[in-house]
């Protein structure tokens, strides 16, 4: 299993060798020190904790420096930990980087998507609107009837799609390809378009 913590840079164009091109998303992966391990015997389950990207150590309290010194590893702002099927291979303090990954390697992404404030039901969920004709005066974009009646009980049914909060979601894309590596730069380019703005913490997962 292969798994690294990165940002998200922006989006590019790879040409494969008979000249496709494939839209592509950058992404900025490790280098990651691995600053736990976890197994069955242990902690009751198998995984690998990562930390990523230099942080001030003025800006970490007492417990998160002591882990981090336990460890033999540099403050780091981001702490993430990946389940693993078997017992881990890796151990305290080895360095995770993007040569982990290779052209053509089939992996799954997580990030926190875009937020994009308050919306209403035609962006949030694709609702279609009322009419455009026939005397509509104020209704285009409203959601309709949200219940209330003899079928609901004279109220609104919980999970009623209505307008609210959209995106900051921790989201999961599967099946994208890693399209090029470029281990020197520590650069992952995975096909299509992966969760978030730029700078988000991108995690990338192969099996």
Do not use: C, W
């Not at 690998?48 to 010194?69: C, I, S, Y």
């Not at 291979?89 to 982990?100: F, L, M, P, Y």
């Not at 209403?120 to 694709?126: A, L, S, T």
């Not at 049914?157 to 599967?174: F, I, L, Q, Y």
Request: net charge positive; glycine share 14%.
């Amino acid at each position: 299993m292969k798994f690294i913590l990165g940002t998200k840079v922006g989006m590019t164009q790879v040409f494969d060798e008979s000249g496709r091109v494939f839209p592509a998303t950058v992404i900025s992966a490790g280098p990651n020190s691995v600053t736990q391990v976890k197994t069955e015997e242990t902690d009751g389950y198998n995984a690998v904790q990562v930390a990523f990207k230099d942080q001030k150590e003025h800006r970490m309290n007492k417990p998160l420096m002591g882990h981090f010194n336990k460890a033999g590893v540099t403050p780091k702002s981001e702490l993430r930990e990946f389940r693993t099927e078997g017992a881990p291979e890796q151990k305290v303090g080895d360095v995770i980087d993007a040569s982990t990954f290779e052209v053509g390697d089939n992996i799954t992404v997580r990030g926190i998507s875009k937020g994009k404030g308050f919306q209403g039901v035609v962006k949030r969920y694709g609702f279609h609107g009322g009419p455009r004709t026939h005397g509509q005066k104020h209704t285009e974009r409203s959601p309709g009837s949200i219940g209330g009646g003899a079928g609901d009980g004279g109220r609104v049914a919980r999970g009623k799609k209505m307008p609210g909060r959209m995106g900051s979601d921790m989201t999961t894309v599967k099946n994208l390809k890693v399209v090029a590596v470029i281990a020197e730069d520590n650069t992952i380019m995975i096909s299509g378009a992966v969760p978030g703005r730029q700078g988000t913490i991108i995690e990338v997962i192969s099996k």
